[in-house]
Nanobody, 125 residues
């Protein structure tokens, strides 16, 4: 059974940093890209970043480029999202998602078939 468990959310002031982790199990870690999505109140879920654990290729949405860094620890089957210079507009529930494929192809929802329960990130101004 595929499981994704996020951790690391919290409350931070604007300009601060947080690190999120997603512990994955139930599948061959190297064979599937993992993405972070977020959903703010009243808004649609949006893709934030994606990584191919087998080669480290990453993809970021424009609004987080230069501020967020996604990485994978293949020995621990874990991906992380280091978020720096956080802004109030980064406030959302953050989810990690399991891709059907290994390649970093983007954030189309149909590419992702398993989701974590989410972790809240709140950035105060």
């Amino acid at each position: 059974e595929v499981q994704l468990v996020e951790s690391g959310g919290g409350l931070v002031q604007a300009g601060g940093s947080l690190s999120l982790s997603c512990a994955a199990s139930g599948f061959t870690f190297d064979d599937h890209a993992i993405a972070w999505f977020r959903q703010a109140p009243g808004k649609e879920r949006e893709g934030v970043s994606c990584i191919n654990p087998s080669d480290g290729a990453t993809l970021y949405t424009d609004s987080v480029k230069g501020r967020f860094t996604m990485s994978s620890d293949n020995a621990k089957n874990t991906v992380s999202l280091q978020m720096n210079n956080l802004k109030p507009e980064d406030t959302a529930v953050y989810y990690c998602a399991h891709s059907k494929v290994s390649d970093v192809l983007g954030f189309l929802p149909r590419l992702y078939d398993y989701w974590g329960q989410g972790t809240q990130v709140t950035v105060s101004s």
